[in-house]
């Protein structure tokens, strides 16, 4: 369940970090915010930050938590029939005091605290960014070998698992195979989360491909109840997490321009920056530029 905006005013500042004094502080991410309610049960805030090459950023993106949790709600919804998640529908407005709804108003949800599987589980459908560097390097990704003579942003003939590492803050996730996957976690949700990834990835980018979004890539999170049962938790498929594609756009031998950060990412590499913090401060144009293509992937995909 959401906020019902009849119950707060959300407001139109950008949001950096939160500060509720009503729960416990736990962790705070490079988007997310995490609080505890109660002993079994979390809020996840997503504020506006962006992190680029490991790097958050002093400049947040207006509105883009609110974009990260109604994509999310939407995909949760969605797919909710292939595996659950980690959503209880509680309200996250009767969790906090009332004088701080608004500064969590459309931006957060109440979850189920389950134990997070320590793998990212990557699902690629089409060959571009770090995969595409491992195949021109090894002619596989993750261990798994690829025709030859494949272009950059070519579709894959299937999706395929390519799982990443879980890397500390300030360092860069890194592509591991499925066996270093099976010594993580365990043959037998190795083989699930494989299962169930490949599944939520071919069913998201069938709907996406409707509303002329490719899905080129997305990486899924999962955790596990006491009895072992396997979640979805964390996000699901938002540009954040995922690779969109604008199906009008598309071309291989390039890489194709995208609904997330990469934007961010490209003006970035124009400045004289050696990619440690502080990172340069981002001018109102590309703040602009880059709120309005989250808000266009959300439009696109939820019809609102």
């Known amino acids: 369940m959401r906020i019902a905006e009849s119950e707060t005013t959300m407001s139109d500042t950008p949001l950096y970090k939160t500060d509720l004094k009503s729960l416990p502080f736990l962790h705070r991410g490079k988007v997310r915010d995490i609080y505890a309610v109660g002993d079994d049960k979390l809020l996840v805030v997503q504020s506006d930050r962006l992190s680029a090459f490991d790097v958050i950023l002093d400049d947040p993106i207006p509105g883009k938590g609110r974009v990260l949790t109604e994509v999310s709600y939407f995909w949760f919804e969605k797919l909710k029939h292939i595996v659950p998640n980690h959503l209880t529908g509680i309200d996250p407005a009767t969790v906090v005091a009332p004088e701080e709804r608004a500064q969590i108003a459309g931006r957060a949800m109440v979850v189920h605290k389950y134990q997070p599987l320590m793998v990212e589980a990557v699902v690629r459908g089409y060959i571009i960014g770090s995969g595409w560097s491992d195949y021109q390097k090894t002619g596989a990704i993750c261990g798994i070998q690829l025709p030859a003579g494949l272009k950059q942003a070519e579709k894959l003939a299937e999706p395929i698992f390519t799982p ?45 491909a409707t509303r002329g979004i490719i899905i080129a890539d997305t990486k899924f999170e999962f955790g596990t109840d006491a009895a072992g049962n396997i979640f979805l938790i964390d996000e699901a498929l938002t540009p954040d997490s995922s690779r969109f594609w604008p199906a009008a756009e598309y071309r291989t031998g390039i890489s194709p321009p995208s609904f997330d ?28 530029k880059t709120a309005e293509k989250y808000r266009e992937a959300q439009r696109m995909l939820t019809g609102h």
């Open 261 to 288: 950060k990469q934007f961010v990412r490209d003006w970035l590499e124009t400045q004289p920056w050696n990619k440690k913090a502080p990172a340069p401060r981002l001018p109102a144009a590309v703040l602009a």
């Open 164 to 208: 990443a590492s879980k890397a500390p803050a300030g360092h860069h996730d890194e592509n591991i195979t499925y066996e270093d996957v099976v010594n993580t976690i365990g043959a037998a949700n190795t083989a699930k989360v494989k299962e169930i990834s490949i599944q939520l990835y071919t069913e998201a980018a069938a709907f996406a």
